[in-house]
C-alpha cells in the first residue's frame, strides 16, 4: 500500500527543502505563519502542523512571543523509527476537523435514540469532568473521552463507536498532539469546554437532532480555535482562522 503525503507533510518538505538550499540558515528566524501560508496558499492551521513536524525533527524551536528559529538541517535520510512516525502521524487540526464532521451527526443521530438511562450516564460523568477540573488536573482528559463516547454508544451503531474509538487512539499515540500541547501554558479554556458539553447534553436531553448537531459542530469549532490560539508563538491576539467550516444548516 502506497502512503499518501498530508498537506502538512508537502508542505514541510518545501520548508525542509528551503533549510537544505541555505534559504535559511541555523539561528534564523523563520517568516510568520501567515506570511508561510500566503506562500503555499494553504490555511495556517496545515502551517501550523507542517512546523511541529519540523519541530519534532529538531530542525527548528519554538520561541513563544518570538518566532520559529531554525537549528538544524535536514538530514537526507531519516531512521526508520522516524519515517513511521511521519507516515503514520495525524496533524492535530486534520484530525479535529474529521472529527467535527463525524461527532456533529453522531451527535444528531444520538438525540433520536438516546434513552433514560444514558442521560443519567452523560450527566455522571459530567459532574466527573468537573470534578477533575475543580482538582486541577488540567491533562487529565478521561472524562472528556467518556463523554464523547457515551454519545457515540447511544446511536447504538457499534460501527460508528468503534471509529469515534479509533479516533481518540490516533490522538493519544500522536506525537504531534503532544508537541502541540506542550506549547500550551494556560489551560482556563478547559472550563469552557465544560459548558460546550453541557450545551450538548441539553440538545440530547431534548431529543432535539438538529440542537445537538449544532452543538457537538460549535464544541469542536471552538476547541479547534482555542488549541490554535494558545499555541500560537506570535501573535497572542491571532484570529483563529482555521479551516473553512461547512454550515451545519442554512
Not at 202 to 212: F, I, P, T
Amino acid at each position: 500500500m502506497v502512503a499518501l503525503n498530508r498537506l502538512y507533510q508537502d508542505i514541510g518538505n518545501e520548508l525542509k527543502s528551503l533549510l537544505k538550499n541555505g534559504t535559511y540558515k541555523i539561528g534564523e528566524r523563520l517568516p510568520p505563519e501567515r506570511d508561510i501560508a500566503e506562500t503555499f496558499g494553504v490555511s495556517r492551521t496545515v502551517v501550523r502542523e507542517a512546523l511541529i513536524m519540523l519541530e519534532l525533527e529538531n530542525l527548528i524551536t519554538v520561541k513563544k512571543g518570538s518566532g520559529v528559529y531554525v537549528i538544524g538541517l535536514p538530514d537526507e535520510t531519516l531512521s526508520e523509527h522516524d519515517k513511521l512516525i511521519e507516515e503514520t502521524d495525524v496533524g492535530p487540526f486534520e484530525l479535529l476537523q474529521a472529527r467535527q464532521l463525524i461527532e456533529s451527526n453522531i451527535a444528531s443521530f444520538a438525540a433520536t435514540q438516546i434513552v433514560k438511562s444514558e442521560i443519567m450516564e452523560l450527566r455522571a460523568i459530567l459532574e466527573q469532568e468537573r470534578l477533575i477540573l475543580d482538582g486541577g488536573s488540567v491533562d487529565d482528559y478521561s472524562a472528556d473521552e467518556m463523554f464523547h463516547i457515551a454519545i457515540a454508544k447511544a446511536t447504538k451503531n457499534s460501527v460508528l463507536e468503534s471509529m469515534l474509538n479509533d479516533l481518540w487512539q490516533k490522538r493519544y499515540s500522536s506525537k504531534m498532539w503532544d508537541k502541540l500541547h506542550s506549547r500550551i501554558q494556560d489551560h482556563s479554556y478547559r472550563k469552557k469546554w465544560l459548558v460546550d458539553h453541557e450545551k450538548i447534553l441539553q440538545a440530547l436531553q431534548m431529543r432535539d437532532a438538529k440542537a445537538a448537531r449544532q452543538a457537538m459542530w460549535q464544541h469542536l469549532e471552538n476547541v479547534k480555535q482555542t488549541l490554535m490560539t494558545v499555541s500560537d508563538s506570535e501573535d497572542p491576539n491571532f484570529d483563529g482562522y482555521l479551516f473553512e467550516s461547512i454550515p451545519v444548516d442554512s
